[in-house]
Every structure is written in structure tokens, then in C-alpha cells.
């Protein structure tokens, strides 16, 4: 195993999707973890504390979730790039951390490697039913940055891109693999590290007299500056001014938690990430997403054999949702089919964006396996009579 001096190990390899994740991490230039183990997520870590010495940075093996939730955060303001992973119950664990980064507008990336629950349930199975928690889990009005990768290519090139976004927003991403996609080992390709591109964290250039830590910008992102370089700032999880000090006002308050949704909008409308296939002709949509796009891309195979005008939309980004184009679809199609392996999530944000402009028919699965191709197929096949 050989790796360029900035850590990333380049050429063909042939990875699973955990290992691919940790690859991805290192490429993006994050150099400090905290973890927990905990099936299907322990191999991401596993590989970064072997791979970290080499590169200069550190892994730490935390009590729990909790502490390791927040140990990245203190990371970050002191300069690294930082991750923890997870799954399930450690996942619940996390949700105020998860919260804290996104009051505090802390960039970092949370992996979770989704399994069957609820509690305990299926360690080593899979299921898809974290997606609303991770947007909804912690309290309060705040917005995060979800992506689900299908396969360990998407699992490295994502995970480039979730620090990315994490840095260019001031933001916690969500890396929302399943334990398929983890667990699946495939071709991975990985370039020099030269052409892999990575979004640097945007520090300020205003002298410390002149400097607000949550003043934001054109982009409604706020500069940062790392502890210990002369700059005087506050990080706190209460309602703070752009200084970063308590404010606990109605108007701040207001001001605030908008924001924090406002600066995601470019997500949402024009920049949301997603697969799509013959949708200038489709009567019907399937939205899918992870190891469950895999399986309906054999449906709508069938489907167009079947000479039913069938059209893919993978969810790529996931949160912020997409709205604005599942909008669009749906004054033009019958019907969107949302086959999940969960008893219902995303398609409620299908619905959502559709308005009853067209039928929205889910394909649900407990988890623990996945969806027959042929389930999907039929749910198609009753979208059109």
C-alpha cells in the first residue's frame, strides 16, 4: 500500500465502502478522528488509525459516542479537519452534538453507517431509516448537508465532497452510507492528490479588532480563525451574536436559526446532487437513493422492456431536499414510486414537493435485506393503469 506525501493513496484498488470512506477522509485532508465502535461503521476507523501515523494526525478511541461527537468539534477550532463515524444507537447519541455543530456553524462530517433498527436491532443488516433523523434528530430550527453514496467509488468521492461542502458552509455533512454500501467491495479509483479537489477552511483576513466570528458574508457564511492566533472569540451552543456571545433575544433569535437555513439554499435550488435517466419521456419517477437505487435500476430496466416509460431520480444529496425539482417533475409525470429499505421517510418529502400534482407510491422495506427487483416493478407497473 503506497501513498503520495500528502496521504492519499492513489491507483485502482479494490475496497469496500468503509474503507473507501476512510481513503476519502484523508484525501479531503482530515487528520484528526474520535470514534466509538460500533457495527457496520468500526472498519472506517479501524483503517484511519492505521493510515493516520503515516500522514501526521490522530485518532482517539472515545469512551462513547457522546464524547466523541463533541472531541471533533474541539478539533476543528483548533484547525484540523475532523470525523467521527457511527451507526444506530450511537447515532441517537450524537443528535445534541449534532445540534451544537450546527448552532455554532462548526464544519465537520458525521458517518453513518445505517443499519436495522429501532434500538439494538439488526448490527450487521441493513436498513435506510436514519435519513429524517439526521435531518430532524437534534432540536430546534437548523440545517445539515446529507449525502448517500451507492457504491465505495461514491463512498471516496463523496466523502471529498461532504468535507468540502462541510467547509464551504460552515456546516455538519452527513455521510448516510448503508451496510450494504459499507460492507460491498468493489472497484475504487483513486487519482493523485493533485487532482482531487479540496475546498481549504476559509480563514479570515481581518485583523483580530475587526473580527466577528459570526458576522456572516455575501454568502451568509461566516469566516473562521483558529485558538491560539491572537483572535478573541466566544463558541457557544446559547442564541449568540456575531461575536458569539449569549444574546438570548426574540430579533437574535429570528436573525439566527434563518440564517442557518438561508445558507444552505444553494443546495437546494441549483446545486442538489442527483442521478437521473430518461426523464424527458418518463410517465413515472422512481426516487431512490444508496444500496436501493441499485436494486430499482434492474426495475426500471424491466420496466422500459415492459415498454413502461419509466425515469430515475437517485438522490445524491438528500438534505437540504430538492424540492424544486421534484416540483417540476410532477407537473409533468403520473406517479413517483419511493422504494426505501425503512416504512416510509423520503417519501414523505416526494409528497411534499409534489403537491398532489402526482401519485406518490412507496415501496417499503424493514430492512435487514433488500427490495426484490420485481417489488419495485410492480409498484411501477400500478403507478400507470
Same mark, same amino acid.
Not at 436498513?127 to 436514519?130: G, P, R, S, V
Not at 461566516?222 to 480563525?225: L, R
Given at each position: 500500500?503506497?501513498?503520495?506525501?500528502?496521504g492519499?493513496?492513489?491507483?485502482?484498488?479494490?475496497?469496500?465502502?468503509?474503507?473507501?470512506?476512510?481513503? !476519502?477522509? @484523508?484525501?479531503? !485532508?482530515?487528520?484528526?478522528s474520535?470514534?466509538?465502535?460500533?457495527?457496520? =461503521?468500526?472498519?472506517?476507523? +479501524?483503517?484511519?488509525? =492505521?493510515?493516520?501515523?503515516?500522514?501526521?494526525?490522530?485518532?482517539?478511541?472515545? +469512551?462513547?459516542?457522546?464524547?466523541?461527537?463533541?472531541?471533533?468539534?474541539?478539533?476543528?477550532?483548533?484547525?484540523?479537519k475532523?470525523?467521527t463515524?457511527?451507526?444506530?444507537?450511537?447515532?441517537?447519541?450524537?443528535?445534541?452534538?449534532?445540534?451544537?455543530?450546527?448552532?455554532? +456553524?462548526?464544519?465537520?462530517?458525521?458517518?453513518?453507517?445505517?443499519?436495522?433498527?429501532?434500538?439494538?436491532?439488526l448490527?450487521?443488516?441493513p436498513?435506510?431509516?436514519?435519513m429524517?433523523?439526521?435531518?430532524?434528530? =437534534?432540536?430546534g430550527?437548523y440545517?445539515?448537508?446529507?449525502?448517500?453514496?451507492?457504491?465505495?467509488?461514491?463512498?471516496?468521492?463523496?466523502?471529498?465532497?461532504?468535507f468540502?461542502?462541510?467547509?464551504?458552509? $460552515?456546516?455538519?455533512?452527513?455521510?448516510?452510507?448503508?451496510?450494504?454500501v459499507?460492507?460491498?467491495?468493489e472497484k475504487?479509483?483513486?487519482?493523485?492528490?493533485? $487532482?482531487?479537489?479540496?475546498t481549504p477552511? $476559509?480563514?479570515?483576513k481581518?485583523?483580530?479588532a475587526?473580527?466577528?466570528?459570526?458576522?456572516?458574508?455575501?454568502?451568509?457564511v461566516?469566516?473562521?480563525?483558529r485558538?491560539?492566533?491572537?483572535?478573541?472569540?466566544?463558541?457557544?451552543?446559547?442564541?449568540?451574536?456575531?461575536?458569539?456571545?449569549?444574546?438570548?433575544?426574540?430579533e437574535?433569535?429570528?436573525?439566527?436559526?434563518?440564517?442557518?437555513?438561508?445558507?444552505?439554499?444553494?443546495?437546494?435550488?441549483? $446545486?442538489?446532487?442527483?442521478?437521473?435517466?430518461? @426523464?424527458?419521456?418518463?410517465?413515472?419517477? &422512481?426516487?431512490s437513493?444508496?444500496?436501493? =437505487?441499485r436494486?430499482a435500476?434492474?426495475?426500471l430496466?424491466?420496466?422500459?422492456?415492459?415498454?413502461?416509460?419509466?425515469?430515475?431520480?437517485?438522490?445524491?444529496?438528500?438534505?437540504?431536499?430538492?424540492?424544486?425539482r421534484?416540483?417540476?417533475?410532477?407537473?409533468?409525470?403520473?406517479?413517483?414510486? &419511493?422504494?426505501?429499505l425503512?416504512?416510509?421517510?423520503?417519501?414523505?418529502e416526494v409528497?411534499?414537493?409534489a403537491?398532489?400534482?402526482?401519485?406518490?407510491?412507496? &415501496?417499503?422495506?424493514?430492512?435487514?435485506?433488500?427490495?426484490?427487483?420485481?417489488?419495485?416493478?410492480?409498484a411501477?407497473?400500478?403507478?400507470v393503469?
Open positions: 500500500m503506497h501513498a503520495d506525501p500528502k492519499v493513496l492513489t491507483g485502482v484498488h479494490f475496497l469496500d465502502g468503509d474503507h473507501a470512506c476512510c481513503e !476519502g477522509t @484523508l484525501a479531503a !485532508g482530515a487528520r484528526f474520535a470514534g466509538y465502535p460500533i457495527t457496520p =461503521s468500526t472498519e472506517v476507523v +479501524e483503517r484511519f488509525a =492505521s493510515r493516520i501515523p503515516t500522514v501526521g494526525g490522530i485518532f482517539i478511541q472515545m +469512551e462513547d459516542e457522546l464524547a466523541a461527537s463533541i472531541a471533533i468539534q474541539g478539533a476543528v477550532w483548533g484547525g484540523a475532523a470525523f463515524v457511527t451507526s444506530g444507537p450511537g447515532f441517537s447519541l450524537m443528535m445534541e452534538h449534532l445540534g451544537y455543530a450546527a448552532m455554532t +456553524e462548526t464544519p465537520c462530517v458525521f458517518v453513518n453507517v445505517q443499519r436495522g433498527g429501532p434500538s439494538t436491532g448490527p450487521t443488516l436498513a435506510q431509516a436514519d429524517m433523523q439526521a435531518r430532524w434528530g =437534534s432540536h430550527d440545517g445539515i448537508i446529507a449525502l448517500c453514496p451507492n457504491s465505495p467509488q461514491e463512498c471516496f468521492d463523496l466523502t471529498v465532497t461532504a468540502n461542502l462541510a467547509e464551504e458552509f $460552515r456546516v455538519p455533512v452527513m455521510m448516510m452510507l448503508d451496510e450494504c459499507g460492507h460491498m467491495t475504487v479509483v483513486i487519482p493523485e492528490a493533485e $487532482r482531487i479537489q479540496v477552511r $476559509r480563514y479570515t481581518r485583523q483580530p475587526d473580527f466577528r466570528l459570526y458576522e456572516p458574508l455575501a454568502d451568509q461566516p469566516d473562521m480563525v485558538a491560539g492566533e491572537g483572535y478573541r472569540f466566544h463558541v457557544t451552543g446559547l442564541t449568540h451574536d456575531d461575536r458569539g456571545y449569549p444574546s438570548m433575544n426574540v437574535t433569535q429570528d436573525r439566527h436559526v434563518r440564517r442557518l437555513q438561508d445558507k444552505l439554499k444553494p443546495l437546494a435550488n441549483g $446545486r442538489a446532487l442527483s442521478e437521473t435517466e430518461n @426523464l424527458e419521456d418518463a410517465e413515472v419517477v &422512481v426516487v437513493y444508496g444500496i436501493t =437505487s436494486v435500476q434492474r426495475a430496466q424491466l420496466a422500459r422492456q415492459q415498454g413502461i416509460r419509466a425515469g430515475k431520480f437517485r438522490l445524491i444529496s438528500a438534505w437540504p431536499f430538492p424540492e424544486a421534484i416540483a417540476e417533475l410532477a407537473g409533468r409525470v403520473k406517479a413517483f414510486v &419511493v422504494p426505501e425503512n416504512l416510509g421517510q423520503m417519501v414523505h409528497a411534499r414537493a403537491a398532489g400534482k402526482a401519485k406518490v407510491m412507496p &415501496v417499503t422495506h424493514a430492512g435487514g435485506g433488500v427490495h426484490p427487483p420485481e417489488t419495485i416493478l410492480n411501477i407497473v400500478e403507478a393503469r
